[in-house]
């Protein structure tokens, strides 16, 4: 059988490869351009196993809710550059996994990934996997989260286009509509500031003593009597709390406010209660060890196909 050019593009279109790939494996199954798939598929899958040792710690997060606000998920995706991250088919996989973040019943992420992709026949991880071939970067599913919880509204913000998202519950009888002002400014403070828990009632006495521990190290290392230690640690981890607890913290578009006094005046506002009851917050790589590489590299490897 002859291999025409409306074949190969044929070929191109329906799998993605590059031109000269397509050339050649349709040569190699006679012009067969449903074994020719079956072909790129191996050879893709065979890129994409040795693409995914590389360090993925660029990407996007993604929030997502209920039309009802009742349930709202995250997820991070990563990928090699910052530069292929803003590949228009990567974004569309990202949001695609978003959704599925609302109907899934996965526990983790290797659960996750082997549901369907976008309710095909194909598993996440599947598509995952042909697509780490296409694009020619290692792309990873890091993490994800659902949060539902009666008489909870959720309500999201995604800051930079994607490298932070953040979803914050409130109890409350108002509408999403109500509460959406109040919980967006609650989000983009959570955004800001990365607080680390939402009040002392919910920090981890793990946490209290391992950082009392340290001051305490701290405050004997200065000199200070041993005999006033024990009181200088506790206003000093006083201090600390209100900085690392949410509603303890200053109010970033107003500082003459604490959080907690913005959201008192708020659901006044509002006229009806509202208390923050959870928070996440993801960004983008956070905890991976990059390795840097500047824009000019990222188009030169994207030109370069590898």
């Not at 996994?97 to 026949?121: M, N």
């Not at 009632?201 to 305490?216: G, H, M, R, T």
């Not at 690392?244 to 406010?257: G, H």
């Amino acid at each position: 059988m002859a291999i025409t050019s409306a074949l190969i593009k044929e070929l191109r279109e329906r799998t993605g490869a590059g031109m000269l790939d397509c050339k050649n494996v349709l040569i190699e199954v006679e012009g067969d351009i449903e074994k020719a798939i079956d072909e790129l598929r191996k050879k893709g899958l065979a890129k994409a196993a040795k693409k995914s040792g590389r360090i993925a710690a660029e990407g996007l997060v993604r929030v997502i809710k209920t039309p009802d606000s009742k349930k709202a998920g995250i997820i991070e995706v990563n990928i090699e550059t910052d530069f292929a991250s803003k590949n228009e088919e990567f974004v569309r996989l990202v949001d695609t996994l978003a959704q599925q973040t609302l109907t899934t019943k996965a526990k983790d992420v290797e659960a996750f990934l082997a549901e369907p992709y976008a309710g095909g026949s194909e598993t996440a991880r599947d598509f995952l996997t042909n697509f780490i071939a296409k694009i020619g970067e290692n792309i990873s599913v890091r993490r994800f989260d659902i949060l539902e919880s009666p008489g909870v509204v959720y309500v999201d913000y995604l800051h930079l286009g994607g490298k932070i998202g953040v979803i914050i519950g409130l109890r409350t009888e108002a509408t999403p509509e109500e509460a959406e002002t109040l919980g967006k400014d609650v989000a983009m403070q959570v955004a800001s500031m990365n607080p680390l828990f939402i009040d002392e009632s919910a920090v981890d006495p793990e946490y209290i003593e391992k950082e009392k521990e340290i001051l305490i190290d701290q405050a004997l290392k200065e000199g200070k009597p041993a005999d006033i230690v024990e009181k200088m640690v506790m206003g000093r981890l006083k201090k600390e709390l209100k900085e690392t607890c949410l509603l303890e913290q200053k109010f970033v578009k107003n500082s003459d406010l604490t959080v907690a006094q913005y959201v008192k005046d708020g659901a006044k506002a509002i006229g009806k209660d509202v208390a923050v009851v959870s928070k996440v917050r993801y960004e983008v790589g956070e905890g991976i060890e990059k390795k840097e590489e500047n824009f000019a590299e990222e188009v030169a490897k994207q030109m370069a196909g590898q």
